[in-house]
C-alpha cells in the first residue's frame, strides 16, 4: 500500500476516534489529554513493577567468580629428546622475515675457523670438547651440495639439525651404552652454536632488518640452556588455573539493582520490598513467566481476544511485520528463562527432532502449547546447534491493543503472573512515577533526558516483559511528560527533553544487544507512521494538540513580560513549538487559527509596550510643566532606545515569534508615542525659555539632536516604511545658529587677543640649525586657523542629517572666517607698514641734522654723492617678515579649510534649492573693487624735476581706504594697486597724490574725486576713469562691483582676496626698500656712464678720423650690474633667514617684475595718447640693455652646476612683459609708416578677435568686461589704448586653485594674443606719428562704446528690466 492510502486510512480512522476541537485558544492549562481509562492504583502499579524487577534478578545471566585450582607438576626433562620438533616451532623456514641475509655460509665459515684454532673473541668457545664439536659440523658444512642448499634455501632449521647430529656423534664418542651424561652437553653446544649465529647476524644489521628471527633464536638458545625447563613452546600457563564458579542467587535485595530502582521510585524502604519479594517467591518464579510466554503465545496464534488484532493497524502489512518480528523476542526470552533454569527444559523429550522437524505453518496444525514447549526444550538440550532461531519464525507473540476504553488484553488476571490487565496505562502510572522521583532526585550525570539511567533500565524492562513496541512506548513517554507540562509539573526545557528522548535513536552501546522490543533501534522520528496502531496515531495527535495549546498560553503569558527588566526566555517554548509541534507531520492547524493568536498575541504586547512607555513618562517627566528641560527628554528618549537595544539583543537570534516581531511592536508603538511627545516637550520647552526671557544651553541641545538623531536611525531601522513624526533638524536648527552667531562674537574678540599676544618670531627651538619654513611662522596665525578647524569640526560633530542646513551653516562659517581673516590682514599690514616706515638708526640720525634748510640741501648733496658708492642693504625686521610669512602659510591653510568644508559642494546644494531663475532682491551691500592704475603729467616738486609719488584714498568722511607705494623719480608713475570698498549706497572717494620725502613733510602733488553709485555700476561691468587733477596732470582709477552675496564661495573669494592683496602690498613694501637702487642701476644715467667712461678716447678716435669706437666688453656690461647684483645677495641674505621658501620666491618674482618695469622705462615711454619728450635708445644702447635683461633673468632663476633651479620658476620669469621687452627688437628702429601699417594690420585683429570674444560671450550669457565706457572724466581719456580684460571677481579667487588658473590662463592669452601697445609707445617717441595715436584713440572709444552697448541690450532682454535699477544681473544671493 502507499504511503499516501495510509495517511488517508489513518486519517478516516482518527476522524472517527477524535472530537473536533474549539478554535479558541484557552488561557490555562487545564485541558485534558484523551479519555482516561480505568485508573491504576499505587499499590497495583508497584506489585507488577517489582514483579518484572524480581523477574529480571532470576533470569539474569549468573554471577561467576574465579577459583583457583593447582595442576599437577610434570616431571622434570634432562634433555632434549626430539630437536626436530624444537627446531620447527622456534624456528619455522616458511616467512621471509625467518630467512638468513645471502652469502650467509661464507661468515660462519670463517667464524667455525676461528673457533676450531681458538681465535673465537667470545666466551665460552675454548673448551676442547666444543672445538671437537665444531670441527665435526665445519666438515659437513663445507661440503659442496650443502653448502648450495643453504645458499639457496637460506633457513636455519638445516644449520641447526646438522650441526646437533654433528655434536651427537662428537660427545657420545668414549661412552658406554646407558651413559646419558653427554646428552646433556649436546644441547649446551648446539646453545653456542645458535648464539655465535645470532652474533654474526647481529653484525650485520639483522637486529634491524629481521627481528623476529633474531627473537626466536635468542629464545631457542635460553631454552637449551635451560635443561631443567619445558623445551617446548610456552603456553603461558601457571602451575594452576582459574576456573569460572557459579554464584548461587541470594535473594538479597541488595543484590538487586532493579528491585531497589523500584524501592525508590515508590517510595518504600527495602526491608518493605524484601518482605514482599520473600512472601511472593513462591509465585514469582521463572517456571510462571515460561507460562506467561505460552499462555502469550497461544491467544497470538489462535487469534483470541485482547491481542492486536489485523484492524488494530491501518494496514495489513504492518500488522504482519510486527506479528513476524515477535517472533524471534519470544524465542528469546524463553531461551533466556530456559537458560536461567535449565531444569525447566528437561520436563520435554525429543530434542533431536526439535532441531530438525519443521514447526506447522498456523497455529491451528496441531501445534499447541506442550508441543512448542517440547520443541524448544529439545533446542535447549541439543548441545550441538548454536542457534536460538531454530522455531518457525511464522509464530508471533499476541502484543497490545490501546483502545481507550478497553484494556489491553481481554483476559483474566489470574492468567498471567507478572503482565497487569492494562499494561500500556500501568506503564503511564510507573514512568510519572519514575519521572516524579528523578525530578527530585535527578543525578545530571546518569541522567538520560527526564529519566534516570535506572528509570529508563526498568521502563524498558517493563516494556520487554509486557510486549509493548517501542511506537507504544515512547508515545507514552511523551503522554506522561505533556500530562506533567499541564499539570504545571513540568517546565518546557523538560519537555524538550522529553521531545528529544523519543526522537534519539538508542545508543550505540545498547544497541550491540538490544532488549526484545519491537523496533527498538529506531526512534519516534524515523519509525514509519504507517506501523503504528491507530490507537497510538491518535492519541499522539491528540496529545501535540495539547500541548500546542498549552505551549501557546505558556508563551502568550511569557511575552506579556518580554519588555520588563528581567522577563523569563521565550526561547524553549519556541524550539518546542517549532522544532516538535509544528514540524511534525501528524499535526495539523487552520490558518484563520494561526491568523487568530498572532493577531491576540500582537495585541496584548502593544497594550505591554504601551503601559512600559507610560511608565517611562511617569518616571522621567515631572507633572510641572515649569520644571520641564530637555534632560527630561533625553532621559525618555535614553529609555526609549535602552528597551530598543535590549529587545533587539534579546532576540537577536529569534526575531519573529508566531509571526510577530517583539521589536517590531515595540517599535511601532513605543516609537510614535515618543517622537509625538518629543516634539511637543522640546517646542513647549522652547517656548517657555523664550517667554521667560531665558536661553536654553546650547550643548543641551546639541546633546538632544545626538540623541534624537540615535533614536530616528533605531526607527529608520525598525520602521522603513514608516517616517520619523518630526522633522529634528528643523525643530532644533534654531541652537546651531545661536551657537554660529557666538562663535562669531568670538572670533572678532579671538584675533584681536591673538595678535595682542604674538611677537611675531620664528618658532624653532633649535638655535644652531636654521628654522625649517614649517617653522616661520607665528602662533597668532596658527591659533585663528585652530580656531576655524574647531569651528567647523563643531557642525561636522553634530552630522547634521539636513544637507540644505548644513550648506547654509558652512556658508555662515566662512563668512565669519572671511572677516576674521580680513581683520588680521587689516592689523598685520597696518603693522607691517609701521615698522616698514620707521626709520633706522642711520636715518635718524640724517633726520635730526636736516632741521635747517641749509642742512637739507647738504643731504641732498650727500645723498647724491652716496648713490654713487655702495649701499647698505635695508635693515629688516624679522617680525615684519614673520608677518609675511603669516600671509603666506594662511593661504595654504585657507586652501585646506575650502577643501575640508567642501565649498563647492554646499554651492551646488544652496543653488539647487535656491534655483538658478530665482529673482533676486536688491543686496544689501556691495564692494567695489578701485584699482589706481597710472597717471600722466603730475606735477614735479623735487630739485631734480621728478616726484616720488604715491596716492591716498579716503571716503567723504576722511576715513583712509588706501595708500599706494612710493614710485621713485618719475612724472609718469604706475601702481597697479587695488582695494576693496565695501559700501550700502553711494559714497564719494578723493584720490590724493603725494610727493615722498625723505626728511620733512610730504608735498601736495594733486587731487581728484570719484562717486560710487551702485546704480551706475548695475550691470556689474568693469569701468575706467581718467581723471584730471586739480594741479595739473591725471590719474588712471579702473572700477568694478559686486553685490555682497550671501555665499560660500563669495566669502572664500573675499577671504583669499583679502591675503593675496595683503601679501602683494607686504611685497610691494619690501621691494619698494629696494628698487630705488634697481632704478639707479638700470636708468638712463647709468647707461651713458658705462658708454660715455672712454670719453677722451671717443673724441680722440673722432678727430683722428678712426672708424671705430672702443670696444664694450660683456665684462665691462656685467660689472655696471655687479652693485646691484651684490646689494640683492645681501638682502636676500637678510630676508631667507626669515622668510619662507614660498615668500622668498614671491620677493623675488615682485622683485623681478620692478627690473622689467625699470627696462622697460628706459628703453619706452608709457601708453598714452600724446607724443613724448623721451628720446629713442642707439643700437649700442638698446643691446646693452638686452645684456643686462638677460644677465638679470640668469640672477633670478638662479641654477646650480646640475641645472636644478634654486631661484624663480622659468615660465615665472618668461612673464607677459618679458616677451614685450623681447619683441622691441622687431619694431624699434623700423620706420615709422612700417610701425603704423603694423599697427592697423595687429588693431584688425584684435578688433576681429574681441568681436568673436563678444559674439561668444554673449551667446554663453557671460559678462565681459568692455573697456572705458561711461567715464566722468572731464579731460581725454586713453584707457582704451590698451587690451582691457575682464576685472578680477571674487568669485574668481575663491580658492588656490581658481587663482592659479586665471594666472596661467591670462599669461597664455598675452603670449598667444601679441598686441601693438608696444607699437604705439614706440610712435610716442615719433613726433610725426602725433597724428595717428589721436586717430587709434578715437577708433578705440568707439568700439569699446558699442560693444558695451551691445553687453547691456543682451543684459536687459535676459533679465527683463522695468527701470534703472530695479534688479540686477550679478546680485548676491538674498540673505536668510
Known sequence: MSSVSRKSHIHRRIDSLQSVRSSSVRRSRASSLAARPVPVSHDDAYSYALRVAFLHYLIQPKTKRKQWVPAPKPPPRTHTSNIGDLVKEFVPGNSTSVKLPHTFHTPLLKRMEGVIRGSETLPGYNDAAVKKTFAQAYTAFTEASFKKSIDKERKVEPLVLIFY????????????????????????????????????????????????????????????????????????????????????????????????????????????????????????????????????????????????????????EAYQDWKKAEVPFLSSMMMEILTAKPELAKTSSGASAASEKPLPSSPGAGYGEEQSSADLSRVLSNQSRNSIYAIDKRLSLSSLTFEDTSSIRAVDEAHYTFIPLDPREFLKVIANYALEFDAMHGNGDEQNGPFSKQSMELLTELCVRWRIPQFTRLIVYIEVAARRFTDTLFKVIDLDSAFDLVKSAPPEKELKKPPHIYLYSESLATIDRGRWTIADFSTYQQTLRTLYDALLRELYDTLMHCYQPKPPSAGPAVHVLQNHILNDPSFSRKEEEAAEYTKMLQDGMVEQAANVYRGFLDVEIPPDQQDWNFSHVKNLGNAVVKLCEKIQKRYRSNPVIMGVNPLTVLAETIFPNFENDAHELVKRIMQVARDGGDELPLQDGFDLYKDLVEIRRIHRSSLPNQPFTFDIEELLVEFVWRWIHNAEERAEDFVEQALKHDEFQVRSQESEHAPASADKHSHSIIDMFQLFHQTADQIFQLEWDNDVHHARFMTALSKIFANSIARYCEIVDQRFVKEMDTLRPDEQEATALAQTTQSRFMQYAKDAWNSKEKMEPFQFYPESLVKLNNIEWAMQELDKLERTMNVDACAAILEKVDGPKKQVRRPAKYVFTIKVVEAEDIKACDPNGTSDPYVVLVDEYQKRLHKTRIIMRTLNPRWDESVDVTVSGALNVVATIWDYDTFGDHDFVGRTSLKLDPIHFSDYLPREFWLDLDTQGRILLRVSMEGERDDIQFYFGKAFRHLKRTERDMVRKITDKLSRHI???????????????????????????????????????????????????????????????????????????????????????????????????????????????????????????????????????????????????????????????????????????????????????????????????????????????????IMMSRNLGTMRRAKEEKRKEAQADPSDDMILRILRMRPEAAGYLKERHRQKERMAAAAAAAMIVKQSVSQGWNSAGASFGRGGIPRR
Not at 639483522?206 to 603456553?235: C, F, G, H, V, W
Request: charged share 20%; with cysteine; glycine share 4%.
Open 165 to 316: 647430529s654433528a655434536a651427537t656423534k662428537a660427545c657420545s664418542l668414549g661412552h658406554v651404552a646407558g651413559d646419558d651424561s653427554w646428552k646433556l652437553l649436546v644441547d649446551r653446544h648446539v646453545a653456542l652454536f645458535l648464539r655465535l649465529v645470532t652474533n654474526i647476524l647481529r653484525a650485520q644489521g639483522a637486529d634491524r632488518d629481521k627481528p623476529e628471527l633474531m627473537s626466536r633464536l635468542n629464545t631457542l638458545e635460553n631454552k637449551l640452556l635451560t635443561n631443567d625447563q619445558n623445551l617446548y613452546i610456552d603456553t603461558n600457563q601457571e602451575a594452576g588455573k582459574h576456573i569460572e564458579v557459579t554464584v548461587p542467587l541470594s535473594y538479597d535485595v541488595k543484590d538487586m539493582p532493579m528491585v531497589q530502582a523500584v524501592a525508590k521510585i515508590f517510595g518504600l524502604a527495602l526491608s518493605d520490598v524484601q518482605g514482599h519479594i520473600d512472601a511472593q517467591r513462591p509465585n514469582w518464579t521463572e517456571e510462571a513467566a515460561l507460562k506467561d510466554l505460552k499462555a502469550y503465545q497461544h491467544r497470538l496464534n489462535t487469534n483470541m481476544a485482547g491481542v492486536l488484532q489485523s484492524e488494530d493497524f491501518d494496514v495489513e
Open 1079 to 1289: 632704478n639707479a642701476s638700470l636708468s638712463y644715467e647709468a647707461l651713458r656712464g658705462l658708454l660715455g667712461r672712454n670719453l677722451a678716447s671717443q673724441v680722440n678716435s673722432f678727430f683722428k678720423r678712426s672708424s671705430t669706437l672702443p670696444t664694450l666688453t660683456d665684462v665691462d656690461i656685467e660689472n655696471a650690474l655687479q652693485s646691484l647684483f651684490t646689494y640683492f645677495n645681501e638682502n636676500f641674505s637678510t630676508m631667507k633667514e626669515t622668510l619662507t621658501d614660498a615668500t622668498m620666491v614671491a620677493v623675488m618674482t615682485r622683485l623681478w617684475k620692478e627690473v622689467l618695469m625699470a627696462i622697460e622705462a628706459l628703453v619706452v615711454p608709457p601708453l598714452s595718447d600724446k607724443p613724448s619728450s623721451q628720446r629713442p635708445l642707439s643700437q649700442r644702447e638698446l643691446d646693452v640693455v638686452f645684456k643686462w635683461l638677460k644677465l638679470l633673468y640668469s640672477f633670478f632663476n638662479a641654477q646650480d652646476e646640475h641645472g636644478d633651479v634654486l631661484g624663480v620658476p622659468a615660465e615665472v620669469l618668461k612673464s607677459p612683459k618679458y616677451h614685450e621687452l623681447n619683441s622691441l627688437n622687431f619694431f624699434y628702429f623700423d620706420s615709422t609708416d612700417n610701425l603704423v601699417r603694423t599697427s592697423e594690420r595687429m588693431a584688425a585683429a584684435t578688433a576681429q578677435r574681441q568681436q568673436q570674444q563678444l559674439q561668444g560671450h554673449m551667446s554663453s550669457n557671460r559678462l565681459s568686461a568692455p573697456p572705458a565706457f561711461g567715464g566722468a572724466a572731464t579731460g581725454p581719456a586713453f584707457a582704451s589704448m590698451g587690451t582691457i580684460r575682464r576685472g578680477k571677481s
